[in-house]
């Protein structure tokens, strides 16, 4: 019995034995060995939890980085990432190592809908197509009766008859700012703009900032880092991916219309482009120019392309209630410059240094995505003394790049003088990346530097931002701030 007995344990032990080895093997397999940068030490499951602020998690990274270097080693729950700091830091990974580093990372919360599809989260042959053909149709936009300078000038005109209807009383232009950016992306990708009170486009704008808003949410910031097994348990991590589904559905429709009036010699707009793609293609089974990668690709261009250039726009007029010396040179610079009787054009620039730096340092100060989306490392590489495996997961502060009191004195303070020289020309910083840096650098980058410069001076020759509140002082602004209804008071200057 006892002989019996002590079979059986052997027996329990050796399986045992063989499991733990397999799991220590996959592990190793998993984690490939390198030399990772120093970090907090990590807690089984729940990794490094314990050193971020969720309330304020980019200067819980930025404490990290003063305790452990500009490269440090991170785990968000299970996952490992290693997290780069600083312009310096920045540019030696994104562009000295472009290559190495021109993997997109993990990002659960999306990764469920894109699938490795579209341009933003795809890797390899297929990203590298994807991207070109985007980067080519949007910078030679020769679709259509217009250019995407033209469909900016058109739509922001519709945007002053809705500021001029506000009579100078108080009004929150969050929504019409919204309205008139999504629209910008609407009359390339569809090829029309839509009526503000429009309501495919009420609902197309509803389903935009509800995805937006759940990106943010304590359910997606967990699921980023358990995803392995929160995708088989109900929750609140599930409305992002029926949000995005509703998107895509709304997409492919938008598709069927495009293809049932496609005329291939006459392209309308960006979906037509993509559709004369796939029709060349047809016959080659390693196209890219697929219908998934077309609905994809045009949802990546949609989340590029509105909240975030909106929510500048919020913020330069905020900032302009609250320096109104600043408001009254630039107003001074666009009546000299474009005068009263023309709409602005991006020409106009060149010779708007001021203008142009104000823009700059807002989008420097504001920091609307402090954390740029993440990357991956395609290839063993050594990087600062460290060996980071393939597959290596790395995010990158942008932030800490554009706070840098290496390239911006006094970083935390609103000062257009930080991109003008000794005499008021108009000089480009390299730790100026608010659309990241190297071969993933944003799509829309052209478009969106577009977009900032000619809204902003179009309104401004216009209208004056002025506050039911009184002066707003000259301290410093937190980012975290938001443009309130009883803030934003624009009196006409006609």
Known sequence: MNNLFSMELQGVLTILLGICL??????????????????????????????????????????????????????????????????????????????QFSGRGEMATLDQTCRGFGFAFSNGERWKKLRHFSLITLKNFGMGKCSIEERIQ?????????????????????????????????????????????????????????????????????????????????????????????????????????????????????????????????GDPSTEFTMTNLIITVLNLFFAGTETISSTLRYLFLLMLKYPEVEEKVHQEI???????????????????????????????????????????????????????????????????????????DPEIFNPEHFLDEEGHFKKIDAFVPFSAGKRACVGEPMARMELFLYFTTILQNFAVKSSQGSQGHGHLSPNKVLCKDLSLFTSLC
């Not at 050594?382 to 995010?395: Q, V």
Request: charged share 25%; with cysteine; aromatic share 12%.
């Open 335 to 409: 009546d000299c410059v474009v005068g009263r009787n023309r709409i602005p054009a991006v020409k106009d620039r060149v010779n708007m240094p001021y203008t142009n730096a104000v823009i700059h340092e807002i989008q420097r100060l504001v920091d609307i995505l402090p954390v740029g989306l993440p990357h991956k490392v395609t290839e063993d590489i050594e990087f600062r003394g460290y060996l980071l495996p393939k597959d290596t997961n790395i995010i990158t502060l942008l932030g800490s790049a554009l706070h840098d009191p290496q390239y911006f004195s």
């Open 154 to 282: 058109e739509e922001s005109q519709y945007l002053l008859e809705k500021f001029r209807k506000t009579h100078g009383l108080p009004f929150d232009p969050t929504f019409l700012l919204s309205c008139t950016t999504s629209n910008i992306i609407c009359s390339i990708v569809f090829g029309s703009r839509f009526e503000y009170e429009d309501k495919t486009f009420l609902y197309l704008l509803d389903v935009i900032n509800k995805a937006f808003y759940e990106m943010s949410t304590p359910w997606a910031q967990m699921y980023e880092m358990y995803s392995g097994i929160m995708q088989h348990l109900p929750g609140g991590h599930k409305r992002l991916y029926n949000l995005l589904e509703e998107l895509n559905t709304f997409i492919a429709e938008r598709i069927k219309i495009n293809q049932e009036t496609l005329d291939p010699k006459n392209p309308r707009d960006f979906i037509d482009c993509f559709l004369i793609e796939m029709e060349k293609e047809k």
């Open 22 to 99: 397999i799991f220590v093997a996959a592990w190793k397999w998993k984690h490939k060995e390198g030399r990772f940068p120093p970090g907090p030490m990590p807690l089984p499951f729940f990794g490094n939890l314990l050193q971020l602020n969720p309330k304020d998690t980019l200067k819980s990274l930025l404490t990290l980085r003063d305790k452990y270097g500009p490269v440090y080693t991170l785990y968000l729950g299970p996952r490992r990432v290693v997290v780069l700091c600083g312009h310096d830091v920045l540019k030696e990974a994104l562009v000295d190592c472009g290559e």
